[in-house]
């Protein structure tokens, strides 16, 4: 089973929802705050963490760089860019566990991250 936590700021709940629906049983989610699920993620018990904030990068991701490092982690949105599909999986090649986004957009940019993580 693949371990996602969200962290980020806001709309958690809804966040973890869309994953559930995207994922089904495929995926167990866990809810934390931005430092709980950072330090999570580098205690190694979560494959991958998804957080949104207002900027896809500030709130989203803060803790998760800091702890994680910038080069596990990757903003897929910001205010008036969304990145593409393509972006998304270069990212994932790269090896990145750390997705952040603005939540206006976790409508867009989910449906690619969870294809992405059911398919590694």
Not at 14 to 39: F, P, R, T, Y
Request: charged residues 25%.
């Amino acid at each position: 089973m693949i371990r996602i936590v969200v962290g980020g700021q806001i709309d958690k709940q809804e966040i973890a929802k869309d994953i559930l629906n995207l994922a089904k049983d495929k995926v167990s989610v866990d809810i934390k705050s931005d430092l709980d699920a950072a330090m999570a993620m580098k205690n190694n018990q979560y494959d991958y963490y998804i957080g949104a904030c207002n900027t896809g990068g500030g709130g989203a991701l803060a803790m998760a760089i800091a702890l994680l490092g910038n080069d596990l982690c990757s903003t897929v949105s910001m205010p008036g860019n969304i990145k593409d599909e393509s972006f998304i999986k270069s990212e994932f090649e790269k090896g990145k566990k750390a997705f952040g986004f603005t939540a206006q957009h976790r409508e867009k940019v989910l449906p690619t991250i969870i294809n992405e993580i059911l398919n590694k």
